[in-house]
């Protein structure tokens, strides 16, 4: 079947069948792509702009490090219950105002984190801090459940993946700018505010757009027969038939299980890094090598599974990959002076960890059809944020400070922690989800062979009856 797809008579075959269907695919789609990813971008830029200059804001606020910790972790702890409400909301409101609502949220959320400093009597500004983050986190739920139900509703069937991954990568790339521009911008506690503000940008720019640019939720002819039946499951019956599948969960728990380590490895990064002399600016550059080698990796593994549909095989060999790289970073974290090896780790983490979230997204809505998109993107992505708050607390709970000398950078104004132990079993975590996906992940492309089911019929339909072909009169003798 996978050839098949990816053959290029087949695709014209299909554009032809479509067309007698009246499926088309409106240029306006790429307007409602580029809101949700610029949207997608700035949750993510607001979700990790405390994490990279961690000790600096502790040092300012009077803080600990387990409570800057918890400006990330509440974006993973707050998406656990509002994401069923998320998900309900994109399969039953409908896409558009549900990143109009996004959008708004995520704006005044980066407005509020500023507040502390416009008022200067406010006594307690971790509050204001923790409060424009929930706000932030509440947005994230819906932002980032929406790249595959975008590709299912606008986008033909040869350019899902590529739409999923444009939609899915903004986030990391939003990681990646924080990485860099935190560290970049706040070199003094004074330089704090600036930070918070420059934030405040592409959030305003996101909300505009969204209220302005976006008029219907789908576009009035479906562009493939798997848009044409999107959410043709009611919402509970949607969710029962999605904790039935047993594919769908394996995937659920495997994927979202590798959800959770990256989001801890992106907030804990600086905090690893440090303990053995390594900078901020240095702990910036590789979360930037991380993310920029986990974009590339995306677009090519995308342009790969749009034209073969090997969606299993590109996620079972990324996972396999990306365990062995993870042992490497636990090892290699705790030497010092290790700058290229590090280096060269974290771009070969980001190069076969993030490339197969958009392919890992689109397969559970392949293995789950015809439940909703956001039904089944969603709720991937709400396990893994719980398990995401489960890796990190471990995490954090398993360091412990060490007395004596070190050459630590941190500057937290306490005793360095010994990440040793949290980061084998991070390690161990992660080659453990990969062998249960090797092993007991087995699926049918379901939405895929719906969509050829209605052109096989089709086909059968336009095609000329027996009876109705009349043999050429042969030569008479």
Known sequence: MAGAEGDPLVADTTSA???LLGYRAYARRWVFLLVLSLLNFSNATLWLSFAPVADTIAHRFLLSTKQINW???IYLVASIPSGVVAIWVLDSVGLRWATIVCAWLNFAGSVFRTLPFLFLEIQDPFAFL????????LAQTLVIFSPAKLAALWFPEHQRATANMIGTMSNPLGILVANLL?????KKEKDIPMMLGIYIIPAGLACLLATACLWESVPPSPPSAGAAHSTSEKFLDGLKLLVRNRAYVTLAVCFGGGIGIFSSFSVLLEQVLCVKGYSNEFAGLCGALF???GVLGALVLSLYVDRTKHFTEAVKIGFCLTSMVCVAFALVSQLQGQTLALA???SLLGLFGFSVAPIAMELAVECSFPVGEGAA???VIVLGQAEGVLVMVLLTALTVRRAEPSISTCQDGQGPLDWKVSMLLMAGLCTLFSCFLVFFFHTRYRRLQAEAGVSHS?????SPAPADHVPHPGPTP
């Open 130 to 137: 923790m409060g424009g983050q929930t706000l932030c986190a």
């Open 344 to 346: 060269a780790i974290c």
């Open 291 to 293: 993310i920029v080698f």
């Open 458 to 462: 089709i086909q059968e339909d336009v």
């Open 377 to 379: 993107a969603g709720l």
């Open 182 to 186: 935190s560290p970049a911008l706040v």
């Open 71 to 73: 400006l990330s972790l």
């Open 17 to 19: 069948l479509g067309a």
